[in-house]
């Protein structure tokens, strides 16, 4: 079935420092794609939704300039914490639409821990 | 008002017993409803997915959709500890592309 990766799983970085995740759809082309977030115990926080080709379009309240979203290819999408903080701590997931079957499959999960 | 609510639990079933989650919505115009399993530090897995009024089966579990209500639940037969886990559940409009979750709820199934 489809598979969607993301790398790192897990991050650890100091405070200040600018983080890099990717998401990559391995056997399907992904028009688009979605940044998640999620806190402990509290469910998914669309953060962002990621175009091919295009800017991406963030939801209320989530910093363009700090979460940066590049998906320059119909199978790759990358989000960059930059100047990450503790606060900015989490799990972050990605999703990738098959846009034949028009279904949705979830990353892995990347866990940041900023120090 | 929360676009999707779901009561947090945890909802403790014994094996063997059938488990039911609920979950409402606030959009009307809503299209697509889908449910999810979540463990603990790892990413969703869809469990179920519907789109029209009435009840959906596949294997153990059983989705029901009433859009009249705004209500969507999943039904788990003879649970299995294997099935404790967070169930969220999700809303697509037609008319957007974004999946909206609800908080979900845990599910504890005791051998």
């Known amino acids: 079935g489809a598979v969607v990766s993301q790398h790192p799983s897990r991050v650890i970085c100091k405070s200040g420092t600018s983080v890099k995740i990717e998401c990559r759809s391995l056997d399907f082309q992904a028009t688009t794609m979605f940044w998640y977030r999620q806190f402990p115990k509290q469910s998914l926080m669309l953060m962002a939704t990621s175009n091919e080709g295009s800017k991406a379009t963030y939801e209320q309240g989530v910093e363009k300039d700090k979460f940066l979203i590049n998906h320059a290819s119909l199978t790759l999408s990358t989000l960059t914490v930059t100047s990450a903080h503790p606060e900015d701590s989490s799990f972050y997931i990605c999703?990738?639409?098959?846009?034949?079957?028009?279904?949705?499959?979830f990353g892995e999960g990347s866990r940041l821990t900023v120090l | 008002q929360k676009e999707v609510e779901q009561n947090s639990g945890p909802l403790s079933v014994p094996e063997g017993a059938i488990a039911s989650l609920n979950c409402t919505y606030s959009d009307r115009v809503s299209q697509s409803f889908f449910w999810y399993r979540q463990y603990s530090g790892k990413s969703p897995e869809l469990i179920m997915s519907i789109y029209s009024n009435g009840d959906k089966e596949d294997g153990r579990f059983t989705a029901q959709l009433n859009k009249a209500s705004q209500y969507v639940s999943l039904l788990i037969r003879d649970s299995q500890p294997s099935d404790s886990a967070t169930y969220l559940c999700?809303?697509?409009?037609?008319?957007?592309?974004?999946?909206?979750f609800g908080t979900g709820t845990r599910l504890l199934v005791s051998p």
């Open positions: 999700a809303v697509r409009n037609t008319g957007f592309q974004k999946l909206v």
């Open positions: 999703s990738a639409r098959d846009e034949g079957s028009r279904e949705l499959f």
